[in-house]
Structure formats: C-alpha cells, structure tokens
Nanobody, 122 residues
C-alpha cells in the first residue's frame, strides 16, 4: 500500500528526494512520513506531514536540512533531503497512520512501506 522510491548513493553535501506513493487507501485524516534505521539500531522518526492541513514536523537531527511535502492528486509524499551527511546513511521507510496520532508517538503508524537505502559518502 505504500511504495517508496528514490534512494541511492550521494556525496556528502548533496541532495536526494524520496517518494512514497499510497495506493488502495488514503490517509486524508492522518499522517504520512518517514523513519530511518541504522544498522543494529531501532527505527527512528525522521519527518511527517498531517495530510489534511499540511502541518509538518521533524526530528531535530534533520530540521533545516530535510523537507517533507505532499501531492494530493498523486497521493504521494516526498522527502527532500539536502546537505546530506554520512551519518544520514540508513534505510528509509515510508509510514502512515490514519488515526491522526503523531507518527513519532507509539502507535502512530498503521502501515509501513518497504525500505529504500540512502548512502551518503564522505
């Protein structure tokens, strides 16, 4: 139901855009966003957007560098990543919740997409 794409290899300081398309259902009353997972670590929240109002929220580690946006017509959310650092290297997962709960909170995510690998070289 969530199809993520856009990962790849980029040099430090570069940019990359991830896309996540929802199919089969909409999350018009909920949130869509991104998490990431480093090797051997738990998945951590990155950014999300409240679909109805367009309100965005971010992890402190990516504020000012990453921008999340949505395309209502395509039922797609984007994560524009700029000023990338090697420590941003991770598998990025698209996520969505229909209940209006902040995605960063426990129980906020109803659906996970597959991961897409982002590698930032130094």
């Amino acid at each position: 139901q969530l199809q993520a794409s856009g990962g790849g290899l980029v040099q430090a300081g570069g940019s990359l855009r991830l896309s996540c398309a929802a199919s089969g259902r909409t999350f018009s009353n909920g949130d869509m966003g991104w998490f990431r997972q480093f090797p051997g670590k738990e998945r951590e929240f990155v950014a999300a957007i409240k679909w109805r109002f367009g309100f965005t929220y971010y992890a402190d580690t990516v504020k000012g560098r990453f921008t999340i946006s949505r395309d209502n017509a395509k039922n797609t959310v984007y994560l524009q990543m700029s000023s990338l650092k090697p420590e941003d290297t991770a598998v990025y997962y698209c996520a969505a919740g229909s209940g209006g709960v902040n995605l960063a909170r426990a129980g906020g995510v109803d659906v996970w997409g597959q991961g897409t690998l982002v590698t930032v070289s130094s």
